[in-house]
T-cell receptor, first 111, second 114 residues
Framework: GEDVEQSLFLSVREGDSSVINCTYTDSSSTYLYWYKQEPGAGLQLLTYIFSNMDMKQDQRLTVLLNKKDKHLSLRIADTQTGDSAIYFC???????????FGAGTTVTVRA | DAGVIQSPRHEVTEMGQEVTLRCKPISGHDYLFWYRQTMMRGLELLIY????????DSGMPEDRFSAKMPNASFSTLKIQPSEPRDSAVYFCASSWGEHTGELFFGEGSRLTVL
């Protein structure tokens, strides 16, 4: 998805917070999603946020949305080794039923 | 529910051969999506169905690719003839109703074309 951009790699120490950033281009996006992909597996929905919200928290996950700048972030508190994976940002536009995915951010958690 | 089930998990074939990938969506889901994942191009949507009807096939690379959904519990993605550049992981995902962004993915079918 060239309409959704993410940095490709993030390295974080165990116990620290991870912040994964994403930018999107379509202002009509209604929902924005974060998916996680572990090695050899399919993508798994982590969380999503509706475009009229600016924050959503779910246990260790916090999603921040800046609609003006079209910027989305995912913060993982107290990052664990099990959080090592590829994280995909995705947008769903108002007039569409399909998602546009970013290229994914590979998160590596080091001890 | 067992989740989205894909088969085969791995397929190795020779250029020119026909490849058929299969998917069983979650029962009750009315949307089914086929994605392809490669290192170079990331995750690409190939086609999606709603109530067994193809809605958008604009992502299908070329005429060598075809997809069908004969009933609510089964879909196939066929490549004929296969080429080395078709090597990728093919994912099937399903969702329901207005929650079309909440996709449930299968484990994927890893295709290698020699």
């Amino acid at each position: 998805g060239e309409d959704v951009e993410q940095s490709l790699f993030l390295s974080v120490r165990e116990g620290d917070s991870s912040v994964i950033n994403c930018t999107y281009t379509d202002s009509s996006s209604t929902y924005l999603y974060w998916y996680k992909q572990e090695p050899g597996a399919g993508l798994q929905l982590l969380t999503y946020i509706f475009s009229n919200m600016d924050m959503k928290q779910d246990q260790r996950l916090t999603v921040l949305l800046n609609k003006k700048d079209k910027h989305l972030s995912l913060r993982i508190a107290d990052t664990q080794t099990g959080d090592s994976a590829i994280y995909f940002c995705a947008e769903r536009r108002a007039d569409d039923y399909k998602l546009s995915f970013g290229a994914g951010t590979t998160v590596t958690v080091r001890a | 529910d067992a989740g989205v089930i894909q088969s085969p998990r791995h397929e190795v074939t020779e250029m020119g051969q026909e490849v058929t990938l299969r998917c069983k969506p979650i029962s009750g889901h009315d949307y089914l999506f086929w994605y392809r994942q490669t290192m170079m191009r990331g995750l690409e949507l190939l086609i999606y169905f709603n109530n067994n009807v193809p809605i958008d096939d604009s992502g299908m690379p070329e005429d060598r690719f075809s997809a069908k959904m004969p009933n609510a519990s089964f879909s196939t993605l066929k490549i004929q003839p296969s080429e080395p550049r078709d090597s990728a992981v093919y994912f099937c995902a399903s969702s329901w109703g207005e929650h079309t962004g909440e996709l449930f993915f299968g484990e994927g079918s890893r295709l290698t074309v020699l």
